[in-house]
C-alpha cells in the first residue's frame, strides 16, 4: 500500500526542457519550508526534445520527484489524468509547466479546502474574482480568441464560469479520483471536462484570483483554440447522452467552520 501524502503537485510536461528546471525548483523552494507531506509528480507527454535528459539531471537535487514517462503523446489532458489518478496527495493540485501561476497561489487555495470545497480554481478573470489580474497578459488576438471562446464555453456547457482554462487547479482526492477517472477528453478542451463533470456531480468548486504571469512560448496554436471549441461540444454530447457516471446524491455546502 502506498504512503498517503498531503499533497501532489502534478505538472504535465511535453517539450519542457527549457521551462521545466525553473518551475520545478519553484516548486521545491516554496514546499521545502513546509511541515506537510508532499511529491512533485512530473508526467512526460512523449516529448521529443531533450526535456527527458534536463528532468534526469536534476533528479539528484529534487527531493520527492516521481516521474511518469510515456513515449507516445497523449496531450495534456491525458498527462494529467495520468498524474491525478497516481497521485498519492489528499490534494491533489494540476500546475503547468511554464509556472505562470506561481504555487505561491496555493496558500489560497488550502483554506478553502479545509472549509470543504472539493476543488478549488485559479481565474484570471475579474468576474470569477476580483483582484484578478494578468501582471504579463497576451497577445491581443489570444485574449481575444481566449475571450470568445470562453462565452462560447459558458453558453454550451459551463455557465457562470469566466475563466476555465487556468492552468492552477487544486482537487480533494475523492473528486480527483471521481472525476478523472471519467474523463474522455485528452487534449486542450480538459479543463472544461473537468469542470463540467464536477458541476454535474455535484462537487463545490471554489475559485481564488490568479496574479498570472504570460510566458510567450506556449504551446497552444491556432488549432488548439478550435480543438478546445470542438471538444465543448462533446462534452455537452456526452453529458446529454449518458456518456458519464453521475451520482443522484447532492453533497452539502461546505460549512462555516466557526458555525456551531
Known sequence: MQEQLYLSVITPAY????????????????????????????????????????LKNMIPEMKNLRIIDRSINR?????????????????????????????????????????????????????????????????????????????????????????????FKAFRDDAAEEIFSQTRIDRWGFDVEVLALARALKYKIGMIPAHWINDARSHVIW??????????????WNLATGKYRLSDTTRLAPQDPSAP
Open 15 to 54: 517539450n519542457e526542457a527549457e521551462r521545466l528546471p525553473k518551475t520545478l525548483r519553484r516548486i521545491q523552494e516554496y514546499l521545502s519550508v513546509k511541515t506537510f507531506s508532499y511529491e512533485i509528480l512530473v508526467v512526460l507527454d512523449g516529448p521529443t526534445d531533450h526535456t527527458r535528459e534536463v
Open 75 to 167: 496531450g495534456k489532458g491525458y498527462a494529467v489524468k495520468e498524474g491525478m489518478l497516481q497521485a498519492r496527495g489528499q490534494v491533489r493540485l494540476f500546475s503547468d509547466a511554464d509556472n505562470s501561476t506561481d504555487i505561491s497561489h496555493l496558500d489560497r487555495m488550502l483554506p478553502l479546502l479545509d472549509q470543504g470545497y472539493d476543488l478549488v480554481i485559479c481565474s484570471r478573470h475579474p468576474r470569477d474574482a476580483l483582484e484578478a489580474r494578468q501582471a504579463v497578459g497576451q497577445a491581443w488576438h489570444k485574449r481575444f480568441m481566449g475571450n470568445m471562446g470562453n462565452l462560447f464555453i459558458q453558453l454550451v456547457v459551463v455557465r457562470g464560469i469566466w475563466d476555465t482554462q487556468c492552468g
Open 223 to 236: 488549432s488548439g483554440y478550435l480543438q478546445a471549441l470542438w471538444e465543448t461540444v462533446m462534452v455537452r
